[in-house]
């Protein structure tokens, strides 16, 4: 069963147009306005663009819809006020998002508004002290673990390049902000396959290999639990 089947409608919203039609052309301007050279802009927006088509591929593979970039209701915003009317929706959901939000208190009061009575809020966060938590490549998360955390110039370096910003919440700064806007909040943590712990057999840790006593005592006082829990799943109710 595809979720056509089961839902009337499906609206799609980032603060970026990116990733549909001319997005290659809005990344391009977008970086030329951040001051890289021609050359260099188009480089990077071709080797983002690939990024972007290779992430929808796979929700398609996943949700058996096929996404053309045309006919998909995808439009940008501006951060702060959600384009929608009061109770549109019957549920906000959102995949590695909420780290990279500057104001996160508006955002979820925004969620609440948009939301019908009853309806659910379903974010899947990133977590920032994970080993991958520096939104780095995987080469570079696992020769310089938690290198984010630790001011590892070479990481440093990477995420300046690639322009990501991070809000470095702890899972109970993200919770007390949700619980604000949402009821009955649950909290799971999900490894890289989405795997709950306590609820999936095969739930893993990430990087529990590398984490060294001496590495931890140098990452403390991030207790170790969350330092090897990639992502947290939180589930409200308006």
């Keep these: 069963m595809s979720w056509s089947s089961v839902v009337d409608d499906v609206v799609g919203v980032d603060v970026r147009r990116l990733f549909w039609r001319n997005g290659l052309s809005h990344l391009f301007k977008r970086l030329r306005h951040d001051g890289l050279g021609r050359i260099r802009s188009m480089g ?3 080797y983002r663009r690939r990024g972007y088509h290779a992430y929808f591929r796979r929700l398609r593979d996943l949700s058996g819809t096929d996404l053309d970039f ?8 501006d951060g702060k006020s959600l384009p929608f009317a009061d109770g549109s929706f019957d549920v906000i959901c959102s995949n590695a998002v909420l780290e990279h939000v500057s104001d996160l208190a508006t955002l979820t009061r925004e969620m ?3 939301t019908k009575e009853g309806g659910v809020s379903y974010h899947l966060w ?11 490549s995987d080469r570079l998360a696992f ?9 590892d110039p070479d990481v440093a370096l990477h995420l300046g390049l690639s ?10 700064d993200i919770v007390k902000n949700l619980s604000n806007s949402f009821h009955s909040v649950s909290v799971f943590q999900v490894d890289r396959d989405h795997r709950k712990k306590g609820i999936d ?9 590398l984490l060294a006593p001496d590495l931890e005592n140098r990452l403390s006082p991030i ?3 969350i330092l090897l829990t990639r992502a947290y799943l939180l589930v409200g109710r308006r």
Excluded: A, C
């Design 163 to 172: 322009g990501t910003y991070l809000n470095k919440m702890l899972p109970s």
């Design 112 to 114: 609440r508004r948009v």
């Design 70 to 77: 045309v006919h998909q209701n995808l439009i940008s915003y």
């Design 223 to 225: 207790p170790r639990e």
């Design 126 to 136: 990133h977590n920032y002290y994970s080993l991958s938590g520096g939104h780095v």
């Design 44 to 46: 990077e927006s071709i």
């Design 143 to 151: 020769e310089r673990p938690w290198g984010h955390l630790l001011g």
């Design 201 to 209: 057999p095969d739930f893993s840790y990430e990087g529990e290999r």
